[in-house]
């Protein structure tokens, strides 16, 4: 495993914490909006965004820069939050989410934040979006990765194998692709709903390069990414198997939380949670 100094880790995982945070109190304040897949994912934008992914936060229109798809966009309020630390945006903005007029919707637009590389909503259609990009890519020789992420329930849709096979015919080694595997989606959990498993073996058989981590372990995640960026001639799928929830134990895999926001009195609840384990980070001593 690809070595990252335990501060980094410890930084991250901070950072991670503090993108839960925010996005349990836009989410409130808006009244409106998905709350399980964005604490779930937030270890993943937050690797992204602050060790893995090319990007200048000056400059967001850098032809450089590593391109972030992201298909699923109902889970959009954890990007907005790992953005604005990131100094894309003021953090107050935040509190904008889902108003009238505001350029942090409910899916993201990309004509209102130029950092956003698509606007997404219909599920399946992120994958098709971001093979383009990395072919495009490839054709101009460009050497920047696109990342896609998607959700597990997209994966019945069928978009998704078509874009699939077009990716694996190409050997797009410049395509990675990150599963949300949370197993939840808006009326139940994926399998009851409609089995996707095997899935490791279904991306195997489209000819892709299959990696599967604990998707809330920013190490692991990190080195994945590293991985991935070492493979020839095959676009990588890596399934990131994420508690729906996490940091909050009392919504954890519950899939009706999936796309209602909290409470004024759960969002108190929940943030005090998130601070106890804010102090547990920082009094971790990494080996």
């Known amino acids: 495993m690809s070595f990252i100094p335990p501060h980094t880790i410890k930084e991250l995982e901070l950072k991670a914490n503090e993108a839960r945070m925010l996005v349990v109190d836009m989410l409130e304040d808006a009244g409106s909006g998905h709350t399980a897949g964005p604490l779930g994912i937030a270890d993943i934008f937050t690797a992204l965004y602050f060790h893995s992914a090319k990007h200048d936060v000056h400059n967001p229109d850098w032809e450089e820069r590593d391109r972030i798809i992201l298909s699923n966009g109902h889970i959009v309020p954890i990007r907005y939050a790992v953005m ?14 889902r108003k009238f007029g505001s350029r942090l919707q409910g899916h993201p637009e990309r004509s209102k934040i130029f950092a956003l590389e698509t606007t997404s909503g219909p599920l399946g259609s992120g994958l098709s979006q971001a093979a383009g ?11 920047f990765t696109t990342f896609c992420l998607m959700s597990d329930g997209e994966m019945q849709t069928g978009n998704i194998w078509e874009a699939a096979m077009f990716a694996g015919k190409n050997r797009l080694s410049n395509l990675i692709g990150i599963i949300d595997r949370n197993n939840i ?21 489209f000819n892709w390069h299959v990696i599967e981590v604990n998707g809330n372990n920013i190490e692991e995640v990190v080195y994945a990414i590293d991985t991935a960026r070492a493979i020839y001639e095959k676009p990588i799928m890596i399934i990131a198997h994420t508690i729906p929830g996490k940091g909050i134990k009392e919504i954890e895999f519950d899939y009706t939380w999936h796309g209602k926001p909290p409470t004024k009195e759960e969002e108190q609840k929940f943030l005090k949670e998130l601070r106890t384990l804010r102090g547990k980070i920082e009094s971790t001593h990494h080996d």
């Open 84 to 97: 604005a630390l990131a100094g894309y945006f003021p953090i107050e903005e935040l509190k904008t989410l």
């Open 185 to 205: 989606q808006i009326n139940g959990m994926t399998e009851d709903v409609m089995p996707i498993e095997p899935l490791k073996d279904k991306w195997e058989s």
């Open 133 to 143: 990009i990395a072919y495009a890519g490839r054709m101009d020789n460009k050497k």
